[in-house]
């Protein structure tokens, strides 16, 4: 969840890693942003920002992206990324069919963001284990919370903020 009053630069850096670190297999790898209010302006420079990663092989120290686990993994995340497409939502960023050179057959898929996602959305709700973000938008913090805890699944929330008691107020509820 990215609050207005957070750093610009800290929260865009920080998603940009954790979505598409280790290409998004990671089990904590963080799948979903919550947008709140303004911040939703910030959504370009953050599909930017993805589209600047450099997708390639394990042994290049410049990759920011290596290859998925297997063919099975890359062709689950490419269906994923059709359903999302299918079930409306907006493709910003589309990391199918990434050809890295020599390894035409490699098993890669690049930074993909969504937006418009809604929870009953498949890239909402299944795990996908790629380097693929859904973005979601919320007036309010309120709207925000409501938002994640309605999630049925245990994982993990972060909060971009400057505001202490924004934060302590994310925290309790």
């Not at 609050?3 to 089990?27: S, Y």
């Not at 490699?106 to 693929?132: C, L, Q, R, W």
Request: aromatic share 8%; glycine share 10%.
């Amino acid at each position: 969840v990215i609050l207005p009053d957070a750093d610009r630069e800290v929260a865009l850096n920080q998603l940009v890693g954790a979505a598409f670190g280790a290409a998004g297999q990671r089990c904590m790898a963080t799948s979903v942003a919550v947008f709140v209010g303004e911040t939703r302006d910030w959504i370009p420079d953050f599909v930017e920002r993805a589209r600047k990663l450099k997708v390639n092989v394990g042994t290049d120290r410049e990759a920011d992206l290596g290859p998925l686990v297997s063919p099975n993994a890359r062709q689950r995340v490419e269906s994923l990324i059709q359903k999302g497409v299918e079930e409306g939502a907006e493709l910003l960023l589309d990391g199918r069919g990434i050809q890295v050179p020599g390894y035409e057959k490699g098993n890669f898929v690049g930074p993909t963001v969504f937006s418009g996602v809604k929870a009953d959305m498949a890239i909402y709700h299944e795990e996908i284990f790629g380097p693929v973000l859904c973005i979601v938008t919320a007036e309010t913090l309120d709207d925000a919370i409501e938002f994640v805890n309605a999630n049925p699944n245990g994982n993990g929330v972060a909060l971009f903020a400057q505001d202490g008691g924004n934060a302590r107020y994310f925290q309790n509820r």
